[in-house]
Nanobody
Framework: QVHLVESGGGLVQPGGSLRLSCVAS????????MAWYRQAPGKQRELVAA??????DYADSVKGRFTISRDNAKNTVYLQMNSLKPEDTAVYYC?????????WGQGTQVTVSS
């Protein structure tokens, strides 16, 4: 069974950076197209970034600021977030790109505020 654990979130000032990590157990991540999603209060979960066999894709709102990567040896997917904005505040989750697995991790809270 897939088990995903996200970490690395926190409180950061606008313009700051964070690096999120997602460690998987029960599966080998490298054979899957993976993605980071986020959900802000009162909003639907949205796709932020994806890493697939075809390359990397980003939501327009994070292009040029966020970078998704993976370390297959560590069975981990990362999201480097730079130039953070208050509107990036959300709970961030990793999951398979399409379709997502039904058992989501607990997510990691990112709060961007001065």
């Amino acid at each position: 069974q897939v088990h995903l654990v996200e970490s690395g979130g926190g409180l950061v000032q606008p313009g700051g950076s964070l690096r999120l990590s997602c460690v998987a157990s029960g599966i080998t991540l490298q054979i899957y197209n993976m993605a980071w999603y986020r959900q802000a209060p009162g909003k639907q979960r949205e796709l932020v970034a994806a890493i697939t066999t075809g390359g990397k894709d980003y939501a327009d709102s994070v292009k040029g600021r966020f970078t998704i990567s993976r370390d297959n040896a560590k069975n981990t997917v990362y999201l480097q977030m730079n130039s953070l904005k208050p509107e990036d505040t959300a709970v961030y989750y990793c999951n398979r790109r399409r379709p997502p697995w039904t058992n989501w991790g607990q997510g990691t809270q990112v709060t961007v505020s001065s």
